[in-house]
C-alpha cells in the first residue's frame, strides 16, 4: 500500500458543486501539504498543516479550504468548483529533517 | 522569497547518453535544501536526489548526481547512461529553511530519449 493515499484519483464535475479530495497517510509524520499542478507547469502551494491545530494558508488558496481530521488526515475541499479549477491535485508529507515531501498518487480534478 | 528557475521547456537525448538539466535558485537563507523530482507521464512525483546548502559534496544516487554550485545558486541535475525510462518531467525545488519549510519547485524540463 502507499505511504500516501488520496481519493478520488479522478473526478469530473461541474461549476458550482463542492468537492472534496481526501488524503491520508501511514508515514507518521506531522507536516502535511496540499499542493495544485496545472498543465504543463510545477506545483503551487495550496494549504499546509504542521499539526491537527495549525493550518495555514499557500499561495494560492483562494476558493479551498482544508481540514486536518487526525495526524494522518488532511482533506482539501473546493466549496463551489469553477472551471480554472481544472488541475492536479497533490497531497504530501514531510520527512521531518530534510524536507523530503512524499506525495501521494495524486487526483485529477476536472470541472466543467 | 525563494525562486527556482529551470531554463529549459524540453530537452532530447540519446540513450545511453548523458544529460544535464539546469536548475538555478534565489534565497536569502544560508540553509535550505534542494531537491530534484520526476513525474512520468502517469503523474505520480517521484523523488530523486537531495542535496543539503551545507553539504560539501555532490549528492549522487545510482545514475543520478547534483551538480551543486553555491557560489553560483545553481543545482544541475546530471542523468548518466540515459534510458527510454528516463523521459519524463523533471522538477528543481527548494525547501525554506524555517516557517513553513514546504517545497519551492520550478516549471519543469520534460525529458524525451531517444533510441
Known amino acids: 500500500d502507499a505511504d500516501v493515499t488520496q481519493t478520488p484519483r479522478n473526478r469530473i464535475t461541474k461549476t458550482g458543486k463542492r468537492i472534496m479530495l481526501e488524503c491520508s497517510q501511514t508515514k507518521g509524520h506531522d507536516r502535511m501539504y496540499w499542493y495544485r499542478q496545472d498543465p504543463g507547469l510545477g506545483l503551487q502551494l495550496i494549504y499546509y498543516s504542521f499539526d491537527v491545530k495549525d493550518i495555514n494558508k499557500g499561495e494560492i488558496s483562494d476558493g479551498y479550504s482544508v481540514s486536518r481530521q487526525a495526524q494522518a488526515k488532511f482533506s482539501l475541499s473546493l466549496e463551489s468548483a469553477i472551471p480554472n479549477q481544472t488541475a492536479l491535485y497533490f497531497c504530501?508529507?514531510?520527512?521531518?529533517?530534510?524536507?523530503?515531501?512524499?506525495f501521494g498518487e495524486g487526483s485529477r480534478l476536472t470541472v466543467l | 522569497a525563494q525562486k527556482i528557475t529551470q531554463t529549459q521547456p524540453g530537452m532530447f537525448v540519446q540513450e545511453k547518453e548523458a544529460v544535464t538539466l539546469d536548475c538555478t535558485y534565489d534565497?536569502?537563507?544560508?540553509?535550505?535544501?534542494l531537491f530534484w523530482y520526476k513525474q512520468p507521464s502517469s503523474g505520480e512525483m517521484i523523488f530523486l536526489i537531495y542535496q543539503g546548502s551545507y553539504d560539501e559534496q555532490n549528492a549522487t544516487e545510482g545514475r543520478y548526481s547534483l551538480n551543486f554550485q553555491k557560489a553560483r545558486k545553481s543545482a544541475n541535475l546530471v542523468i548518466s547512461a540515459s534510458q527510454l525510462g528516463d523521459s519524463a518531467m523533471y522538477f528543481c525545488a527548494m525547501r525554506e529553511a524555517t516557517g513553513r519549510r514546504a517545497l519551492t519547485f520550478g516549471s519543469g524540463t520534460r525529458l524525451q530519449v531517444q533510441p
Open positions: 534565497t536569502s537563507d544560508q540553509s535550505y535544501g
Open positions: 504530501a508529507t514531510s520527512a521531518p529533517v530534510t524536507g523530503e515531501l512524499f
